[in-house]
Every structure is written in structure tokens, then in C-alpha cells.
């Protein structure tokens, strides 16, 4: 385990037992009870010290897919991981009160088709998936306080297709970061559609229910996420879509946006990038919204962004990571803005033709024209280069810190391929990086 996980749990403690106090003489003496540790936390941040990563579900292999999510006020991490066993798909969900220091099993995983998301609402952390055949969507949910799984929630059905469709891809967010009320779940279908249902934060469990809202899209392909703006009451989701020449191939990144005044879609880039493997991950915060994905300069993939700031009208694009066409690519990113720290992109850097390569963090504030740091490569184990990886901030000392979960892939003699592990690439400060602090930063913008 690594040391600086282990020291996260000590501050783990202090802030929960910290939380737990009402104003006062008790709170001060243990807001100066933790300044020793505080001030440890960032000496080891400084010194970039991450010497292993936490393995998630050490009796788990095959891992197809890995989701982040956490609860800022209760500070539990949840970790969902998609996996396949003797021919059937399952999802298995992972919870960390400590920062990721040590995870548990939830019981209550389920058979399911082709894809599951999740997120976190008021007291649960619900999970959305698509059944066997494509022909429903069932949720599930587990409590934040916890961990554990709510059995007389389980398999709710949110939607049946009844034979009209077939559910392909599926992506859940909500407003947790904002009025912490309200659930959208996203989904793809094969005749390209995107339908997505609402519903309050008791999952539909009372009235009115999972509500279907209406749909304004028909040529989506892959690759759907989604995020949840904490401003406005609106939601984006992102996917790769088909302009309509004919060959059914996807050949641009839309977004579409989904708030009281119903939904919108901008078509926000098309440039050439490997379908077979390419998926997108979208974030927001307040007027900004972040799209990233892998695409080709020249003959070899680098990682893409789109942006806007005025939370729909303009679009703007860059390179997060370019490819330097000595055979060095960058692919399998993740995305997150949440909670004002900041945009924070994880993803793989591939030196040679192998399907592995290093684990990789870059941040850059927010605001047009601004840099993205240097890159900060941390993970001692090798991730899959056709798997994304997943970012999420953790919920702890006002969110300083940014958790990372990779899928590996099978560096010989290493690690084997399809495993799923955790790690804290770097502390970022609520000052230095939203100050202009950039001199180590690159000078590439949009």
C-alpha cells in the first residue's frame, strides 16, 4: 500500500471526527489537532511521493469499464466496476471511507447487458444498467453513509422498451454538487436515439417516478457520459454521433444539453479518430463545460478537448495531450470539473505498440486561453491503453485532492490485463493554480 494512501487515513479520521463537532472550543482544538497532519499531507504531495497503488476487487479480473464517485459531506468514495465472468457481464460496487485507502465490497451485484453508470444523490449512490438483451434499464442503490447496498430498492425498473429499442449505452448524473435533488440517466439505443429519464433523489421510488423526457437526437453511435452543471439546472451528455453520409460510421462529437427548457444538441467537433476504440467523457462547472476523447494527429492518437464557457453557445478545441509522432501515443482519458478545483484529465501515454503505458494527470484552471500543467506520470502499474480511466475529486479537506482508477493492461511478467487499481496523482491547491501560479505549466491552449 502506498504511504502516502496510509497517511490518508489518518487525515481521513481527523476530518470526519472534525465534521462531526459543532462550532466551538472543541472544533478549534481539533481544527489545530490536525494542522500537523495537514501540513504532512502536502510535504508528500510536494515530494511526489506515490509508491503503489490500491488494488480494487483483488478477486476481480476482466475489468471492462471503472466509474469514481464520492459524497463531500459524508466523504465516501464509491468505486463500480464492470466486469465479465464465464460469459455473462456483471457490475460490483466498491466503497472507501477512508480516501481509498482501504475498499469493501457492497453485496448486491447484478447480471447485467451492456452497460452500467452511477452517481451520488442526497443519502444514496444509485446504479443504472441495461439488462440482458438490451430490452430495459433496472437501478439499484447503496446508502453514503455506509456503503452497504439498499435491498428494497433493488433491481427498480426505470424503463421497458417493449421491443421498440434496443438499450446500448447508459450514463447517470445528478445534481449532488447543486440542489442535490434530482437524477438524470442518459441512454443510447440502435437506432440512435439518446431518450434520458428524470427523477427525484428518492430514485423514483415515490411519485411521479423515473419521468421520460423527450428527445432530440437520432444519429448517436457510441461512446456516452455524462455531467451534471452545478449551475443553471442543466446536464450535458456527450457521444460520438453519425453526420448522415451514409456509412453509419461516427463521425462527430456532439453534446447534448438537457435542462427545464428541454434538450439541445450542438454538433462540437469532427476530427478523425479510431471508432473502433473511441469513446467521451464530459464534466462541468458552472458556465464551463470539458469534453475529452481520443483523436488522431496524423498516424498516431493524442487526447482531444472541446470547451465552452459560456455554458453552450461557443465551442472552442485543443489538445490535451498531442502525439509527437515518435510513436508515442495518448489515449483512454477521463475528465472531472467538480466543485470549483479546476480541470483535472487523467489518461494513458503508450511509448511503443504495446497496450499498456503510463498513468497520467494534467490540471489547468479555469478560463479561456488558460495552460495545462506539465504532465505527472504516478502509478507504478501500467494502464490499458483501449480502457478508459476514471478521475474523481476526493471528498475530503475541501477537495484538494484528485483519486484516479485504472484498468491495467498485461505488461508481461508485470500485471495482468483487466485489473483495476487506485491511486492519488497530485495535491492541487485552492490558491496557487487558480491564481495564475503557472510557471511550470505548458504553454499550449486552445
Not at 473511441?278 to 483523436?295: I, K, N, P
Request: charged content about 15%; glycine content about 10%.
Amino acid at each position: 500500500m502506498s504511504s502516502q494512501l496510509r497517511f490518508w487515513a489518518q487525515v481521513f479520521t481527523q476530518v470526519r471526527r472534525l465534521s462531526s463537532l459543532r462550532s466551538g472550543p472543541s472544533r478549534i482544538a481539533a481544527m489545530f489537532l490536525m494542522l500537523p497532519l495537514l501540513v504532512g499531507v502536502i510535504e508528500n504531495a510536494a515530494a511526489g511521493l506515490s509508491d503503489g497503488e490500491v488494488r480494487l476487487g483483488p478477486s476481480i479480473i476482466d475489468v471492462l469499464q471503472v466509474e469514481l464517485d464520492s459524497h463531500h459531506s459524508v466523504h465516501t468514495l464509491f468505486a463500480l466496476l464492470h466486469y465479465s465472468i464465464g460469459g455473462d457481464q456483471v457490475y460490483q460496487m466498491l466503497y472507501s471511507l477512508d480516501g481509498g485507502v482501504s475498499w469493501q465490497y457492497s453485496p448486491g451485484a447484478q447480471f447485467i447487458g451492456a452497460d452500467v453508470s452511477m452517481a451520488v444523490i442526497r443519502d444514496f449512490c444509485y446504479v443504472t444498467y441495461i439488462a440482458p438483451g438490451g430490452q430495459q434499464i433496472y437501478a439499484d442503490r447503496y446508502f453514503v453513509s455506509n456503503g452497504q447496498f439498499d435491498s428494497a430498492y433493488a433491481h427498480y425498473l426505470v424503463k421497458d422498451a417493449g421491443g421498440a429499442n434496443i438499450y446500448r449505452e447508459i450514463a447517470l448524473t445528478s445534481s449532488t454538487d447543486q440542489t442535490d435533488d434530482s437524477i438524470y440517466c442518459f441512454v443510447l439505443a440502435d437506432n440512435g436515439a439518446i431518450f434520458w429519464f428524470t427523477a427525484d433523489q428518492d430514485g423514483g421510488a415515490g411519485l411521479p417516478g423515473w419521468t421520460a423526457q423527450p428527445t432530440v437526437e437520432s444519429n448517436a453511435v457510441q461512446g456516452l457520459d455524462a455531467a451534471y452543471s452545478n449551475t443553471g439546472w442543466r446536464a450535458f451528455a456527450s457521444y460520438l454521433s453519425e453526420s448522415g453520409d451514409g456509412d453509419a460510421a461516427p463521425d462527430q462529437v456532439s453534446v447534448m444539453r438537457a435542462d427545464p427548457l428541454g434538450p439541445d444538441i450542438r454538433v462540437v467537433g469532427s476530427d478523425p479518430w479510431d471508432a473502433a476504440l473511441s469513446t467521451t467523457r464530459v464534466s462541468a462547472y458552472l458556465d464551463e463545460a470539458v469534453v475529452v476523447y481520443q483523436a488522431f494527429d496524423g498516424d498516431y492518437l493524442g487526447v482531444r478537448f472541446k470547451i465552452t464557457y459560456n455554458a453552450w453557445d461557443g465551442w472552442y478545441q485543443g489538445w490535451v495531450a498531442r502525439p509527437d509522432g515518435a510513436q508515442v501515443a495518448y489515449r483512454s482519458p477521463d475528465v472531472t470539473l467538480r466543485r470549483g478545483h479546476g480541470i483535472a484529465v487523467s489518461y494513458i501515454e503508450r511509448n511503443s505498440a504495446n497496450l499498456w503505458g503510463d498513468v497520467v494527470f494534467k490540471h489547468r484552471p479555469y478560463g479561456q486561453g488558460s495552460s495545462w500543467s506539465t504532465p505527472h506520470r504516478f502509478a507504478v502499474r501500467q494502464g490499458s491503453v483501449v480502457l478508459p480511466t476514471a478521475i474523481e475529486q476526493m471528498p475530503v479537506v475541501d477537495d484538494l485532492l484528485f483519486g484516479v482508477a485504472f484498468i491495467t493492461g498485461e505488461e508481461t511478467g508485470v500485471t495482468d490485463a483487466g485489473e483495476v487499481y487506485f491511486d492519488l496523482p497530485l495535491l492541487i491547491f485552492n490558491d496557487g493554480f487558480e491564481s495564475g501560479d503557472d510557471g511550470d505549466w505548458s504553454s499550449a491552449t486552445e
